[in-house]
């Protein structure tokens, strides 16, 4: 595990949070200190100033890549955040939960932070941990290295939190004591469990979970009596490069009560079956589900897909149980001369960033990665070579490198975040 992944090694001063606001937002050159001035005078025609010329810093503040380690004057952090509900310092070298707090103490309307990429290993004492933020709804902890104790002490003082993210924190087991109700959306992507009953604990933990994201993962599915206790409210499941390697395990998502929604891509069951066939097998075998790899499924979908699976098996000694339920609703079939199994012909629809532009763009899945680049250069005035990378809660999860693939083969879906760099 690492951190400070934006400079060629951790920093050797210490750097405040406070002149690293100066540093993006005002006068780099202003020292830092008590008598430090906090009205900075701009040109009135610059964004995000009053009529007087006074800085007024965006609600959504984003300090990612400073090299911050400490918070700084907490007067003076106070003053010049006072309106920020949403703290990003992620990528930074912070390594004391009391710096974290005093930061956070001084954000009153404060709803959302992001600690990821911090080396937070250390756990919180009873002084710091005895405060209280009951506005936060969102709590992004990824690749910090935080202890089970820490997310729980976290947890007790935060409240309302809704969504949790605990992803790339090379967790594994799950240790945690209390239930915490409040929590609907969980994000726990590449850590390092491989049992199954482990994850379970995450669902008694946070029994009201609605969205459970768990990508990257080498663990297979338990058994069905254990997912259904454990996950009685779960509706979406993205269990995208988990390590399902028999159709047992697929078929065991239909324990989950009340799922609906499912991302299952890059499994080793799949990999060496065409799109096409992957995805209706699949919507075969989960007749719950109506939305797969971010692809709402229509019905005459589900039919072609219950039909193709049935005329796929007919033939065969042994039949999947599901092959005589869905016998009972189709009846027998004739067999077909030609199946289409080919690539998809889809459009998505995926979230494009480069600098400070974002747009939302329509791709077909079948252009390559190559066309994509010439596309993207275009749309944006790029005249640079360009990389291009898939984000998941902040960070780069795959780049795009070989130009001749097409966009389904890197599983390009509805909802991506790709990134120009």
Request: proline share 5%; with cysteine; hydrophobic share 40%.
């Amino acid at each position: 595990m690492y951190w400070c992944i934006n400079m060629a090694a951790e920093a050797t001063e210490p750097k405040t949070f406070l002149k690293a606001l100066h540093d993006k937002y005002g006068d780099n050159d202003i020292p830092e200190g008590n008598d430090l001035v906090l009205v900075m005078h701009v040109p009135n025609s610059a964004p995000g100033m009053t009529d007087s010329g006074q800085l007024i810093l965006p609600r959504q503040l984003a300090m990612n890549y400073h090299s911050i380690t400490h918070a700084g004057n907490e007067e003076e952090i106070a003053n010049l955040c006072d309106k920020v509900t949403e703290l990003d310092i992620a990528n930074n070298c912070i390594s004391d939960w009391k710096e974290i707090f005093k930061m956070m103490s001084v954000m009153p309307k404060i709803e959302s932070i992001n600690f990821s990429c911090n080396p937070l290993m250390a756990e919180i004492d009873d002084e710091v941990g005895n405060q209280s933020f009951p506005n936060i709804k969102r709590l992004i902890l990824n690749k910090t290295g935080a202890a089970w104790s820490t997310v729980e002490v976290l947890l007790k003082i935060m409240p309302s939190v809704e969504e949790l993210h605990l992803s790339l924190n090379d967790y594994t087991e799950v240790d945690l004591k209390e239930k915490y109700p409040n929590v609907v959306n969980l994000h726990f992507n590449a850590n390092k469990l491989r049992d199954w009953g482990e994850i379970c604990k995450l669902g008694r933990a946070f029994p009201n979970l609605c969205n459970l994201v768990m990508a990257e993962s080498e663990m297979s599915l338990c058994d069905d009596l254990e997912i259904e206790e454990s996950f009685p409210k779960v509706v979406s499941l993205n269990a995208n490069k988990i390590g399902i390697t028999s159709w047992e395990e697929i078929d065991r998502l239909n324990s989950f009560p009340a799922l609906t929604d499912v991302r299952l891509q890059g499994v080793p069951l799949l990999e060496d079956m065409k799109e096409e066939q992957r995805r209706q097998f699949l919507i075969a075998r989960l007749p719950r589900i109506n939305r797969l790899n971010g692809s709402k499924i229509q019905e005459e979908e589900r039919d072609k897909a219950e039909r193709a699976f049935l005329r796929h098996f007919m033939d065969s000694e042994e039949k999947p149980e599901r092959y005589m339920e869905l016998e009972k609703t189709h009846g027998q079939l004739d067999p077909l001369a030609d199946v289409n199994l080919g690539p998809p012909t889809h459009t998505v629809t995926v979230r494009v960033t480069y600098d400070t532009k974002v747009k939302m763009m329509q791709l077909n899945v079948n252009q390559t990665v190559q066309e994509l680049k010439v596309l993207l250069k275009k749309t944006f005035d790029i005249s640079d070579k360009i990389k291009l990378f898939v984000f998941e809660d902040g960070i780069p999860t795959n780049e795009l490198t070989e130009i001749r693939r097409c966009l389904y083969m890197y599983y390009i879906e509805d909802g991506i975040d790709l990134r120009i760099i």
